[in-house]
């Protein structure tokens, strides 16, 4: 079993930027793929980004393309994603998935084996 731990959610202003990481509790992020989804009030949960075990494949949602960027340490066992230029429609519970064992990085929420608690993104205008 892994236990994702996500950080970095917060309030902040419309324009504004924060970076949200995640990471296991316990474990390696050997050959996982990582994702990022969100989940507005109201709505599903929708696909954010993600990127593969080696970095070397990432897909984003037209939604975020050019403001966010998803990145992974795995010396620190870490993944990222920076979020600039934010925007009330940002505003969303983000959470942080694995999926395990991945070849490729999948958009497909129901690839995801594992996920995290949650953290909220809150963008005021």
């Known amino acids: 079993q892994v236990q994702l731990v996500e950080s970095g959610g917060g309030l902040v202003q419309a324009g504004g930027s924060l970076r949200l990481s995640c990471a296991p509790s316990?474990?390696?992020?050997?050959?996982?793929?990582m994702g990022w989804f969100r989940q507005a009030p109201g709505k599903e949960r929708e696909f954010v980004a993600t990127i593969s075990w080696s970095g070397g494949t990432i897909f984003y949602a037209d939604s975020v393309k050019g403001r966010f960027t998803i990145s992974r340490d795995n010396a620190k066992n870490t993944v990222y994603l920076q979020m600039n230029s934010l925007k009330p429609e940002d505003t969303a519970v983000y959470f942080c998935a694995a999926d395990y064992p991945a070849v490729v990085a999948s958009t497909s929420i129901d690839e995801y084996d594992y996920w995290g608690q949650g953290t909220q993104v809150t963008v005021s205008s």
């Open positions: 316990g474990r390696t992020l050997r050959s996982y793929a």
